[in-house]
Each structure stands twice: as C-alpha cells, then as structure tokens.
C-alpha cells in the first residue's frame, strides 16, 4: 500500500474585497497534481514560491479541504477520515512559529503529548529521549523565546515525533538556518529515513533534495511538471553545460541580448547584493565562453567557472528560470 | 464515549488549563482583565450604592466577579485563539487528534478559575475599603452555586469560541458583546428593570441563571426552591451550550478548512 495518494487534486482560493459592492476573486494554488508516495520513502517536492507546495502539503495534513480530487494518508481520506489521518501523521511548517514562546521546551511537548494523546509515563521517557536526539539536552528547561531558530526548528522536529507517527510532512524546514544547522538538520532527516519513516519534503535547496530525496516531483503553477529520482530529473540536463558568470549590476537589456543568443538554452540570474551570478545553460560548453564575453563587452564581470549540470540546473531548465 | 477516553480527555483538559495559566501569568492584559478591571467596577458600584447596607454589598460584590468572569472568557479566551492563530500555533492544535472543542474546555477552564480572583477582590474591596461586613446567607449553596457557575461559563465560552475560530475579524465585536451580558444576564442589577421582551433571551444564557443562584444564597430570604430552581436551569443550558457547541466546532473548522483561515497565509 502507498503510504500517500493523490488523485487530480486541486485548490482554489477565494478572496474577496469590499464590504457594500463585494467583488471576489479566485486564485488556483494546485490545478490537477497526481502522484503516490510509497512507504518508506522519502519525497521531495520542490518549485518556486507560490507554486502550491505548502497548499498541496496543508491539504494533506487535513488543515485544508481540497475543492476537489481525493488525497489519502495510510489509506484514509484527508477530508473524511481526518481524525485517523492526524493519529498517523506529523509535520512542520518551516520558520520559528508554532511554538509557545512564553514556555519551556520541556513545557511545549509535554503539551503536545497530551494533545496527542501520549501517556504521561511514555511521554515522560519519550521528551527526554527526543530533545537528546535533537541536540537540545540539557536546553529544555529554558523558556523558547531565548532559543535560537535552529533550536527552535529542532525542538519543531522533537514536537513532530512525540506521538511517533509514521508518516511526516515537513515543509520547508532548514529555511533560515545556518550552514551548521541546516547540516545538523538534515542529518536528523537521514536518521529518521532509517526509521523508515514516510517523508514529504519541500524545500528550495537543491543540494539538500538532492542529497536526501529518493524521488523529486518539480511543482510550477499548480501542476507536477516532472517526477523522477535526482539522477533522473538530472538527465533532462545531460547534454547541457552551466557557464557560471559572476557579474554586477548587469542591465535588464543586456540580460535579453544573452537569452536571444542561439546556443543559449537558459539564464537564470541569482542575486546576492550587489552581486550578480549568471547561470547560462548550453550545449556548446566551454566554447560558448567568447561570445558570452563579447556580448557582455562593457559590464564589470568576476570570475568565469564552466561546470557540469546539477539538480539545481535541472530544476532551473523545468520551471523556465523562475527561482 | 468511554470512561478511558473520557479520563484522557480529563487529563489533556488539566495539563491545557495549567500551560493556559503559565502563559497568562506573563501577559498584562490579562492581569489588567482579572484584577484591575473587577476592582474598578466593584469600587465604582460599591460607591454608588453607598450607605445601602451590606445586602447590597454582597450583591455587588458577586456581580463584579461574575463581570470579571464574563470579560475573562470574552476577551481572554477569544483572543487566546486569535493569539494561537498569529503564533501559527492554531493549525497544529486543529491537526492533533484530541477534539478542539476538548482544548477550549480546557482554556476557558484556566481562564474562569483565574477570573475567581475578580471575586475575591471584590469582597476585600468591600469588606476593606468601604468597611462592610459581609456573610455569605447559604455557604454550602453558595458553594455549590460557585462550581456550577465555573462550568456554566466554560460551556457558555464552548459556543463563543468556534465563531472565533472560523475568522480572525469576529475579534472587531468582542467590545459590543461585553456589555449587554453584564445587563441581559443581571451581574450588577435585577433583569425586571429592563423592558419585558428581553427577558426569555436572560433566561438562554447559563450566566444569567448563575447570577441568580450566586445572588439567592448571598441575599437573606431568598427560598432555597428559587436557588435550586437556577441551578436546575443552569445545568440544563450548560448541558445545551455543549450540545450546540459540539455541531458549531464541527461546522466552524470545516468551514475555516475551507476558507484556509487557520494560518494567516
């Protein structure tokens, strides 16, 4: 049995504006998203912000009612058998809320072992054990507040596995964490994988869905535009080279004469301050490099790396440069 | 529903009231709600009533802890969902399998039991400021009268919160909502001063039928078969409130579900 299946589901939002002459107006989060999660395994689901990922992950942790489709978690129907869902599932939203601030690490999952349903003489062997396995032993008398994010996101995972559900959702969870601790998280991830826990994963780190993930399905607009392992989304990019040029301030008319450019599959331009890196997709490798140069004659340009493709350029080619 | 669901749910409602009080030990709003504002209305009728003698008093004194009551659950555990709802901790209390409704008892539970204190105050500002000797006429009633009036409010609350739950802008009405309890349910004066046609909506509410229990056993010659009489009727609409509350958490979360208002995405 899969531990997840989605079938044709959708989302739409309804906003509405004006109190006398009320106008409304509709926005499609997911539009038609199939697939199956297989026990065990441990799913990335990745695209660019506004896709529809945390939709498509809040209607599976019954915390929205999908407008049609069906979706089961364990062979229980999201809508109809919320409650048996909840029993089996746990999830976290990625940043610092969610938590009691005002309460001690301690005291946030003793409350939410109640809430779960945890006996008190288990919980009071599991809180310990957890907070340990998450590195916050010896931290969990202090109020949250004083905690840092990543202890904060640490004590979100501690929170999730209370109840020990077999399946968790975690969205987005290393977003805002350091370096260290968005390693530290992931090798939290890797463990619960030997659990055999069943992972829904989204993020908008490459690296780490490439790392983790058994499986990846790209997200754009509302629609799974690819499903496949790393290797295999990667594959879409087999025949690409990635000409990386670090550049600054580098003009919207210049960046259209380098994507009319024949051999120029795609650009993406990621932006950090001032600087800029752009991410040239082509067949032509190495010897796109001189008329990448002459075209961007006149622009102040850093280093100039050619590489082999990676997720990240897979994703880039499948959702067409949007980040 | 079986015993050990029912004891579970028992323990998750205490360990939700103690987490509730440990919070709102913190916030000064909510010290402002329980001891200042009691304290101010208590001073203020005591003072207008002055020289009327310690019937009065203790009228007043019983009327002013059940304002604080009231303004407790309104506000305090009104917003406490609100509150939940900007900490984004609302979407995992919906999404634990305990029953939502069992969290709120357990909230409103926390709250009134803090708002005891408005009563208490009460009695030290008569009794202290304005030197009244008080007694209580029925003690063991009074009592009795006093844990019945906790539950009613919990259960009163039970139907406020899932309007609560449905949408962050009810928060808007709470003000208009304060103040026609305190009239409709007779906290600080006799319902029979206002017109006839408000009366059956005093007689719904499980406040008004513990105003009047509360008054009876604190007011010498009140018949006991009036204060047993309240307290009959309070239970009974204690016991409506949750059946209605039962169907409104269950029509509310679906339809926050639906309309995506549990997060503030």
Known sequence: MNAIEINHLRRVYKTHTGVIKRTSKEVIAVEDISFAIEEGELFGLLGPNGAGKTTTVKMLTTLLIPTSGTATVKGFDVVKQADEVRKRIGFIFGGERGLYWRLSGIDNLRYFASLYGVDPEVSKKRIPYLLDMVGLNGRGDENVGGYSRGMKQRLHVARTLLHD???????????????????????????LQSEKKTILLTTHYMFEADALCDRIAVINHGRIIALDTPGGLKQHVADLSVVEVETFGVPESVLEKLR??????????ENNEQKQMLLVQTR???????????????????????????????????????? | ???????????????????????????????????????IIAALALWMLKGKGPDYAIFVVVGSGLTGLWSSLLFISGNSINIE??????????????????????KNLANVFQSLLSMILGYIVAAWLFGYSLSIVQPLWFVISLALTIFGFICFGLVIAPIFVMSPAVQQWQNGMEFPVYVLCGFLFPIALLPNWTTPISYILPPYWAAVALHGTTTAGTPLNQTLFALGMLVLFSVIDILISSRLF??????????????LE
């Open chain 1, 165 to 191: 559900p077999d399946i968790l959702f975690l969205d987005e969870p290393t977003i805002g964490l350091d370096p260290v601790g968005a390693r530290d998280f992931r090798n939290v991830i890797l463990n």
């Open chain 2, 1 to 39: 529903m079986n015993f050990r669901i029912l004891l579970k749910y028992w323990r998750t409602i205490l360990v939700v009231a103690e987490m509730t009080i440990r919070q709102q030990l913190m916030d000064g709003f909510i010290i402002f709600t329980i001891l200042f504002q009691p304290i």
């Open chain 1, 284 to 323: 032509r490798g190495a010897e796109a490099v001189p008329d990448l140069m002459s075209t961007l004659d006149g622009q102040r340009l850093g280093r100039v790396v050619v590489r082999e493709p990676t997720l990240e350029d897979a994703y880039i080619r499948l959702v067409g440069g949007e980040a």
């Open chain 1, 260 to 269: 009319a450019l024949s051999f120029v599959d795609s650009l993406a331009v």
């Open chain 2, 250 to 263: 269950k029509v509310m979360l679906f339809k926050a579900r639906a309309d995506a208002t549990l997060g």
């Open chain 2, 85 to 106: 709802r900007w900490i984004g901790t609302l979407e995992s209390l919906v999404a634990v399998p305990t029953p939502f409704e069992v969290i709120v008892f357990g």
